[in-house]
């Protein structure tokens, strides 16, 4: 009886050095300070979406085909990668590899997914510093209203892992049968040689011209 208590007594009293440890969470420090925040929690919030409201409210939860984890996503681009396709960013314009690129045939592919998105005949000069195209597959590039930097834009995301892809202009006067420029982050896509292949995505059809 008499040693249980002293037991008892031991126990409680062991805990209090403990208790003073110093409190160190770099990981929490860590993610206070990133700058991108907010997107992540937009991308991660399937629970918290609602906490965001302002310049993410249009964040609304679309789904694709092929869903990863921005951690998933993490594991297969590279930073800039990430930031332009996950995060919503933008290449600085003249900097692509992709901007002065004019094949005569092949596919401009999703840098994320590796889905179809462009063939090299929709590709033009725009002289804007980024991958110019008048039309895209079709099916593989969608559409939504882009509200922030006090603007309205209309974004284009790939149709089938919702990466962000660029902005999608119109009525410029380019001498293009759409009229169209979806201006495409290089760093977005991947020029791909075979054209084959476009069609194997599931709801392409032949008839592709504008
Ligand atoms: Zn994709």
Request: hydrophobic fraction near 30%; glycine fraction near 8%.
């Amino acid at each position: 009886m008499r040693s249980r208590l002293v037991r008892f007594f031991t126990t409680l009293s062991r805990p209090a050095p403990f208790s003073f440890r110093p409190v160190h969470r770099p990981r929490a420090l860590l993610l206070k300070s990133m700058p991108t925040i907010p997107f992540l929690s937009a991308l991660l919030g399937t629970s918290t979406s609602s906490s965001s409201s302002s310049a993410n409210a249009r964040n609304k939860m679309t789904t694709y085909p092929e869903e990863r984890t921005p951690e998933e996503w993490r594991a297969v681009l590279t930073p800039e990668q990430f930031r332009i396709l996950r995060l919503k960013g933008t290449e600085p314009p003249h900097s692509g590899e992709l901007n002065r690129h004019y094949p005569s045939s092949g596919t401009y592919r999703c840098a994320g997914c590796d889905a179809p998105l462009y063939r090299a005949e929709h590709k033009f000069s725009s002289g804007c510093g980024w991958p110019a195209y008048f039309d895209c597959i079709p099916g593989a590039v969608a559409r939504h209203e882009d509200r922030s930097h006090g603007m309205v834009r209309t974004e284009i995301v790939c149709a089938n892992c919702g990466g962000h892809l660029g902005h999608v202009f119109k009525g410029e006067g380019f001498p293009t049968p759409t009229d169209e420029r979806h201006c495409v982050n290089s760093v977005s896509l991947r020029f791909s040689e075979e054209e084959g292949e476009t069609e194997k995505k599931g709801e392409a059809e032949g008839g592709n011209k504008a």
